[in-house]
């Protein structure tokens, strides 16, 4: 289990505390703490499975969870669970978070804050819409159509995925679980929701959305053109990949000749004729067709067989 720990020197103790006996070794990541979480698990916590790693710099969320992975990777874990130190998380609920993993029907496991209608509500309004929309843009960058709430920082992963993936690639701060998501998109890799509730206290979160949305977007948007070019046009060339380039060519000619066409008749201040309108109708009308085609082939494309089995032990780079 890793535990990054920044400002959380009060509530790690008591998710500590709260770790099953199902747990070979816990690995808490001081991301350098202003509050000295580290120190206070060593001088408190007297569980020979804890060992507390220092970062001499703050590497974010992301940074500090891939120094537990490499710590876990080097000892031999096979599955390698990433809880919070906020409380916000039951370690109760880590036997169902790795079973998939451990029973070969997935990869990775998250939790899903949004499967209970019922504890909806108990989430502070300004986190519910930031994760509906993060939550579509992930949909589209990662290609897991069927994931919800990809921020939720309650994962587990199978160690042979973890070593085949770039982790220095990987975004080190609060991009971090999407840009993982995306990059077990281009091994192929099954990523199943769990079920479970989050308990909000009084800790302050220290992600702000709205300094973060446009951080955000452009990476969405960044790993997007990757996958389709990794998915598409490198690994394969399907009746997709022609739909896309099509749908694309076809919406540009649509919006740069009838934008064009418009401001020309507006300047000219006379009505375009019904060909004219048309000529930029027709390309729209079938170049959104496309799209939807190709959405549908993508999201129908999710992959569905764990890769983790069939993967050597160590990746030799």
Known sequence: MVVPCYRVAGPVLEVLARVGPEVARVYCVDDAC?????????????????EVLFNPTNLGVGGATMVGYRRAVEDGADVIVKIDGDGQMDPALLPQLVAPVLAGHADYAKGNRFWDLDHIGRMPLVRR???????????????????FDPTNGYTAIHARVLEWLPLERVSQRYFFESDL??????????????????????????LRPWRVVGE???KHLRNVVKRLGYNYFLRDL???SLQLVAALAL?????????????????????????????AALPAVMGFQLLLSFIGYDMAGVPS???????????HR
């Open 181 to 206: 998501l995306f990059r077990l998109g281009t091994l192929r890799a099954v990523v199943v929701d769990v079920p479970m509730d989050a308990r909000y206290g009084d800790q302050a979160s220290s």
């Open 216 to 218: 955000f977007a452009w």
């Open 34 to 50: 202003p509050e000295g979480s580290g120190r206070r698990i060593r001088e408190s916590v007297v569980d020979p499975r804890v």
């Open 129 to 147: 819409l930031g994760n509906l929309g993060l939550s579509f843009m992930a949909k589209a960058s990662t290609g897991y159509w069927q994931v």
């Open 305 to 315: 067989r764990a890769v983790w089995p069939m993967l050597p032990r160590h990746r």
């Open 238 to 240: 399907s009746i997709a």
């Open 251 to 279: 919406l540009g000619f649509a919006a740069t000749f009838g934008g064009w066409q418009w401001w020309w008749h507006a300047k000219a201040g006379i009505t375009a004729p019904l060909g004219t309108v048309m000529l």
